[in-house]
């Protein structure tokens, strides 16, 4: 399935972005997931938790995809 994600201001953490979506439901378990080499960034795994996210950017967690675009007021 893949999900839209506006992005509010420059960018968003990747960790913030598992919750803000509901993939992840604590930020404890993002961590642990990012850090387990489980999350992809532009098809490339990211274990930076804090990664910086703009739009234009897709990240995939086991079969779900997130596109990240910007916001109306951006």
Same mark, same amino acid.
């Given at each position: 399935? /893949? &999900?839209?994600?506006? %992005?509010?201001?420059?960018? !968003? +953490? *990747?960790? +913030? *972005? ?15 997931? !990012?850090?387990?080499?489980? %999350?992809? %960034? ?10 910086? *996210?703009?739009?234009? +950017? ?6 779900? /995809?997130?596109? &990240? ?6």
């Amino acid at each position: 399935m /893949t &999900l839209f994600l506006e %992005v509010r201001g420059d960018y !968003i +953490q *990747l960790d +913030q *972005l598992l919750k803000t979506t509901g993939l992840c439901h604590s930020g404890g378990y993002a961590h642990s997931e !990012i850090e387990a080499g489980k %999350v992809s %960034v532009d098809g490339v795994v990211e274990t930076r938790k804090r990664a910086k *996210l703009r739009p234009g +950017q897709v990240v995939r967690y086991g079969e779900e /995809t997130v596109k &990240l675009l910007a916001s109306e007021g951006s």
